[in-house]
């Protein structure tokens, strides 16, 4: 392991999500907190979540696994489960990070991301990336390094390139080499400045292709799109208006069509979804939206493996909304009233099975993980709920 350099920062986030609380553009802060203050303070699939080397699951007998970070201020966590077939868990296990946490929420999609035989979590508090080897026998500590930015909260991957999104301070992107040990490096030239100093950046993805990074920018309403080039470079971006307020946690579906969420700073029954089409020269087109959840904060997203669904979770509502996406790229409610699933207070983070046949919902007002069984149709059957997850855990990458 690459001996660990850097600078500890100790952003101030009050954990909340107490009952009846929401959040500003998805964060764990409460409601009256202003836009310029979260960008101060706190702020796949980045990669697509998918893209698994199966080999080490077989080994393990288990049919997935499920991870987190614990975010600790004091010492930051994985904690994984192994998922079994009928998407249970069971047998709950802690790595250190070798970094540290924030002890608060993230305000982030993309903090904890699974790519072939790795998982890459970010240390917010210690404003450093962790590198893991999955195995058959859990998880093995690769490497540690600084983010290039000051709180690292979200991650993207693809091919042998890794970027993060850094959101104190002002702001940037910045871009690391990956060996096939797991090895990060910086890529000197990568760092790219958000389209404002106070964007309120909520998550960093490559598009399918891996030929642009997307941003979605809470504060300014916007979405950032940098092109890449062929040494893994991002250039500077271009950022387009978003149709829907605060847009936060995105997912890709098929022809490379973007599903964003539209939290709207919160304001109770108000969130709402938005379909776009990334065009070849990276800019993008309206297909649908805002379509409403009829619920309060949408924030986290994810896409069926099929690409015939998409689910958000609503912080504000306890619960999870489902779409049909059609073959045009169109959103359509599973359900009128917006609510496909029940979670626990505060739901977070969103994570798909591998095989896309069970939902994962982290949520920080109960300290919970909830699982659906996702359904032919979409719907979505509530399996069980597990407690006792720390204060401040955050991020999910499920396979």
């Not at 995105?250 to 304001?267: E, T």
């Not at 919902?361 to 509530?382: C, E, K, M, P, Q």
């Amino acid at each position: 392991m690459k001996q660990k350099t850097g600078f500890s920062f100790f952003p101030l986030l009050s954990l909340l999500f107490l009952l009846g609380l929401g959040l500003v553009g998805c964060n764990e802060d409460s409601l009256t907190q202003g836009f310029d203050e979260l960008s101060q303070a706190d702020l796949g699939k980045a990669v697509p979540s998918g893209e698994f080397d199966e080999t080490d699951l077989q080994k393990s007998g288990n049919a997935g696994a499920l991870y987190l970070i614990s975010n600790a201020a004091t010492g930051n966590e994985v904690i994984a489960f192994d998922r079994a077939a009928d998407g249970s868990l069971s047998n709950q296990q802690s790595y250190s990070t070798a970094g540290l946490g924030t002890g608060g929420g993230l305000g982030s999609q993309g903090a904890v991301v699974r790519y072939r035989q790795f998982l890459f979590v970010v240390n917010a508090g210690s404003n450093e990336i962790s590198s893991f080897r999955v195995n058959g026998q859990g998880l093995t500590l690769v490497d540690v390094e600084p983010s290039a930015g000051i709180m690292p909260i979200s991650l993207t991957v693809h091919d042998d390139r890794l970027y993060v999104l850094n959101a104190g301070g002002t702001g940037n992107i910045a871009g690391f080499s990956l060996n096939h040990q797991g090895d990060l490096s910086f890529l000197p030239g990568s760092v790219q400045p958000l389209s404002t100093d106070a964007a309120g950046g909520a998550q960093v993805s490559f598009s399918p292709s891996g030929r642009f990074l997307i941003v979605t920018e809470k504060a300014t309403n916007a979405i950032s799109i940098y092109p890449v080039d062929f040494s893994g470079l991002a250039g500077a971006p271009t950022t387009y208006p978003s149709v829907g307020d605060t847009p936060f946690g995105f997912d890709f579906g098929k022809r490379d069509r973007l599903i964003v969420s539209d939290a709207f700073g919160g304001a109770p029954n108000a969130s709402a979804m938005t379909s776009y089409q990334i065009e070849p020269d990276g800019s993008i087109d309206l297909i649908t939206g805002p379509v409403a959840t009829n619920q309060t904060a949408a924030c986290w997203v994810v896409v069926t493996n099929d690409s015939r669904y998409t689910y958000t979770t609503n912080t504000g509502s306890a619960n999870v909304t489902g779409y049909r996406i059609t073959p045009s790229g169109a959103l359509q409610l599973l359900d009128a009233s917006g609510v496909s699933g029940q979670t626990g207070a505060g739901p977070i983070d969103l994570s798909l099975s591998r095989n896309s046949q069970y939902l994962y919902a982290l949520s920080a007002g109960s300290d919970s993980i909830t699982a659906f069984a996702v359904n032919s149709d979409g719907s979505l059957t509530h399996l069980d709920e597990w407690m006792g997850l720390p204060d401040g855990a955050a991020g999910l990458a499920a396979e």
